[in-house]
Nanobody, 127 residues
């Protein structure tokens, strides 16, 4: 059974940084696409960043150049480094896995194929 546990959220001021972590268990970590999603209050959940099994990455336009996604396969952990944070980055952040493809861009195009989710970690950016 796949289990994902996010951590690292918190409250920061505009321009600050946070690093989110997602500890995974119950499957062969390196064999799945993974992604970070966020849900702002009153809005639908959106994809933020994705990483494939060979390290390919893709990002939503609003975070390009500010966020980095990477994985440590030896520690079964996914990370999201968030820099230059803005108020619009506020939301609940979730990590998820997809077996749909090994390539980040292909996984990112099919959000419905992400079938295992963590419980989320809250990020709040204040001005």
């Amino acid at each position: 059974q796949v289990q994902l546990v996010e951590s690292g959220g918190g409250s920061v001021e505009v321009g600050g940084s946070l690093r989110l972590s997602c500890a995974a268990s119950g499957y062969i970590f390196g064999s799945f696409c993974m992604g970070w999603f966020r849900q702002a209050p009153g809005k639908e959940r959106d994809g933020v960043a994705f990483i494939g099994t060979h390290g390919t990455t893709t990002f939503t336009d609003s975070v390009k150049g500010r966020f980095t996604i990477f994985r440590d396969n030896a520690k079964n952990t996914l990370f999201l480094q968030m820099d230059s944070l803005k108020p619009e980055d506020t939301g609940m952040y979730y990590c998820a896995t997809s077996q749909y493809s090994t390539i980040a861009a292909i996984c990112a195009s099919e959000h419905g194929r992400f079938d295992s989710w963590g419980q989320g970690t809250q990020v709040t950016v204040s001005s």
